[in-house]
């Protein structure tokens, strides 16, 4: 997946490389035509790209890394109760990175607080570690600001 501005989608489509899935409410006009502009799209060819493959860390990608469980009980939470945990605390100097941020429910996070996993003797589930790959469902960017429209394609269909 990936975002496009709105010129390079309609050139894709001029182009026939791409199929529009839905529509923005909002067009752009030529001096000889209006388009109605897309907002998803889906590639017809897999276009393979040619920037390094790396996950971007973002929230949404560690709560996919994490499968919406929450690393010091165990259990898997709507992602309105998910919280990221610095399990090195912030407080102390540690980073936001795959190896120091894990998903946690408010509670564990509460609990836990400004200490270690060892201080608080809450162990992790799993060792906090940067992943090669994720589930379809992966999010190579990480705008809050997605239109609406976007979160089914996003979050989407099991
Ligand atoms: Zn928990």
Redesign the pocket.
């Known amino acids: 997946m990936k975002v496009v501005d709105w010129r390079k989608a309609l050139i894709l489509w001029f182009q026939d490389k791409v199929e529009i899935l839905e529509f923005h409410t909002v067009f752009a006009r030529s001096p000889s035509e209006t388009f109605r502009l897309p907002s998803v799209l889906r590639l017809k060819r897999y276009i393979r790209s040619t920037h390094n493959n790396k996950i971007r860390f973002c929230r949404e990608n560690v709560y996919l890394r994490d499968d919406y469980s929450?690393q010091?009980?165990g259990?898997e939470f709507e992602r309105k109760e998910l919280t990221l945990d610095h399990i090195f605390p912030a407080s102390k100097g540690g980073g936001k990175s795959w190896t120091n941020v894990v998903t946690?429910?408010r509670?564990?996070n509460q609990k836990k607080g400004n200490r270690t996993p060892e201080q608080a003797r809450m162990p992790l589930k799993k060792p906090a570690l940067e992943p090669e790959w994720l589930p379809q469902k992966e999010i190579s960017f990480c705008d809050q600001e997605s239109p609406p429209v976007w979160l089914n394609y996003l979050f989407g269909h099991d």
Do not use: P, S, T
Request: aromatic share 12%; net charge positive; proline share 0%.
């Open positions: 929450c010091y009980c259990n946690a429910c509670k564990c």
